[in-house]
């Protein structure tokens, strides 16, 4: 059974430059999360898929962040024209739903440094 | 809105002390609660959960039970090893399937 699995691991770009990350969920989950996380924070939500309809959008997500899930499986997350601001841990989860308690499964996650 | 208050850390003890890691939240719903581990280098992972008021979740020796008369969910156990040093995070989903909202988390550093 894998998990989720993300990619790069690891990512340092130049301000202004775009990024592009990518996340494959566990087989059968069909909902899919992107969180962002900075050195001490827990985990701030993006953005959530229920096969490729993205249902919700955080605040946090501006208009240089953009994300995908084309055929309901793996998810893009693209940054353009990144800023320093933009440096942090970004998370995918996964889940199927069941009644009550559904749990995400996380990913090792992507660290970005933009410099 | 939906919010999750988290005792602050760090958090060091002697091996086989007792261990509680306080968690506050405030829900416009009926939340289902979490707590996740992050073991240095790794990825989150779930600890343990509970999906209404009094239900204990357990797991390696952790407990924790929805208090929804005092909001609460702490994180317990009654001996603790080096290898729970790690930071714990807790979580609300509210509804059940939605986002979770996340607290600050809580570093533990359990020495010999």
């Known amino acids: 059974d894998t998990g989720v699995s993300q990619d790069p691991r690891h990512k340092i770009t130049k301000r202004g430059q775009n990024v592009t990350f990518r996340c494959d969920p566990i087989s059968e989950h069909n909902r899919l999360y992107w969180y962002r996380q900075t050195l001490g924070q827990g985990p701030e939500f993006l953005t959530y898929?229920?096969?490729?309809?993205?249902?919700?959008k955080s605040r946090l997500l501006s208009d240089r962040f953009s994300a995908e899930r084309p055929k309901g499986s793996f998810s893009t997350l693209e940054i353009q024209r990144t800023e320093q601001g933009d440096s942090a841990m970004y998370l995918c989860a996964s889940s199927f739903p069941v009644t009550g308690g559904e749990t995400q499964y996380f990913g090792p996650g992507t660290r970005l440094l933009v410099l | 809105g939906d919010s999750v208050t988290q005792m602050e850390g760090p958090v060091t003890l002697s091996e086989e002390a007792f261990l509680t890691i306080n968690c506050t939240y405030t829900?416009?719903?009926?939340?289902?609660l979490f707590w996740y581990v992050q073991y240095p280098g790794e990825g989150l992972q779930l600890l343990l959960k509970a999906t209404k008021a009094d239900d204990k979740g357990s797991n390696k020796g952790f407990e924790a039970t929805y208090r929804k008369e005092t909001t609460s969910f702490h994180l317990e156990k009654g001996s603790v090893q080096v290898s729970d040093s790690a930071v714990y995070f807790c979580a609300l989903s509210d509804p059940p399937g939605n986002q979770f909202y996340f607290g600050t988390g809580t570093s533990l550093t359990v020495i010999p």
């Open positions: 829900a416009t719903g009926y939340p289902s």
């Open positions: 898929f229920q096969n490729e309809a993205q249902l919700e």
